[in-house]
C-alpha cells in the first residue's frame, strides 16, 4: 500500500494505483473521457489533469500513485488549464446531438460546459426523445438544435417544442448541421426562422443564422 493525499486527505492505495484511484477513494472526483471508452483513449483528453505539490499539473488516469504523493483537484491553475482543454475538445468535436445515443442526460462534456459556462452544445443533448420520439422527426419546427444547452431542457421532458429561450449557439458547423437535420425531417425553414424571432430578434447573431438558413432557401 502506499499513503497519497488528496486535496490534503490521506488515502491509502494499492501500489500500482493511479492517481485517479485514489481521488475516487477520496470520494471526489475529476472529469476523465478516456474512461468512456469510445471517445477518447490513453490519457489523451488531458480533461482529469491535477496539480502535485510540486506545482506539475498530471493526468490522473495515467500518473502513478506514490508514497507520499500530494495531489490537488480543483486548484485555479487546474480549472483554468481544463477549462481551456474543455473548449479545445468543444472546437473539434463533431456535435450532432440530436442523433447522440449520450442524450438525455449522460453527456460529460454537457455537463462540464455547464459547470464551467462554456457555450457550444445545443439543447438536444438535454432532450429526453431518441430516435422516431423526437419532435423534429415527427415534423415539429422545434429550436432544440440551434439553441445553447444548459437548461435542463424541462420544456422538452414535457414533449414541448423547444423555443430558444436560452439564445442561440453560435457556432457556424452546429447551425450547418441543424439545418441539415431539419430538411432531412422536412421541416420548413420559414417556419424554424418564424421561431428564432420569438426571442431572438434582438441577438446580433442571429443575422449571421438567418443567413445561412437564406443561402439553403434560395439553393432549394
Known amino acids: 500500500m502506499v499513503r497519497v493525499y488528496v486535496n490534503d486527505i490521506p488515502v491509502d492505495v494499492d501500489e500500482g494505483s493511479t492517481i485517479l484511484d485514489a481521488v475516487r477513494k477520496a470520494g471526489l472526483d475529476v472529469p476523465t473521457l478516456c474512461k468512456l471508452g469510445d471517445l477518447y483513449r490513453e490519457a489523451s483528453c488531458r480533461l482529469c489533469l491535477v496539480e502535485l505539490s510540486t506545482g506539475r499539473l498530471v493526468p490522473a488516469c495515467a500518473y ?58 445545443p439543447v438536444c443533448a438535454e432532450c429526453p426523445l431518441y430516435g422516431e420520439d423526437c419532435l423534429i422527426r415527427k415534423g415539429y419546427p422545434c429550436l432544440g438544435p440551434l439553441t445553447i444547452a444548459g437548461c435542463g431542457a424541462p420544456c422538452l421532458k414535457k414533449y414541448a417544442l423547444c423555443i430558444g429561450c436560452r439564445g442561440p449557439v453560435t457556432r457556424k458547423d452546429i447551425i450547418e448541421e441543424a439545418i441539415k437535420f431539419y430538411l432531412e425531417n422536412g421541416i420548413n425553414l420559414k417556419e424554424v426562422m418564424s421561431l428564432m424571432k420569438i426571442f431572438w430578434s434582438n441577438i446580433p447573431t442571429i443575422d449571421k443564422i438567418e443567413r445561412l438558413f437564406m443561402e439553403k432557401l434560395t439553393v432549394r
Do not use: Q
Open 64 to 121: 502513478p500513485a506514490s508514497d507520499g504523493l500530494r495531489i490537488y483537484t480543483n486548484t485555479p491553475r487546474v480549472r483554468k488549464v481544463r477549462r481551456i482543454v474543455l473548449e479545445l475538445l468543444l472546437a473539434t468535436h463533431k456535435m450532432k446531438c440530436w442523433y447522440c445515443l449520450r442524450k438525455g442526460g449522460d453527456c460529460i462534456l454537457l455537463l462540464l460546459t455547464k459547470e464551467y459556462g462554456i457555450e457550444g452544445i
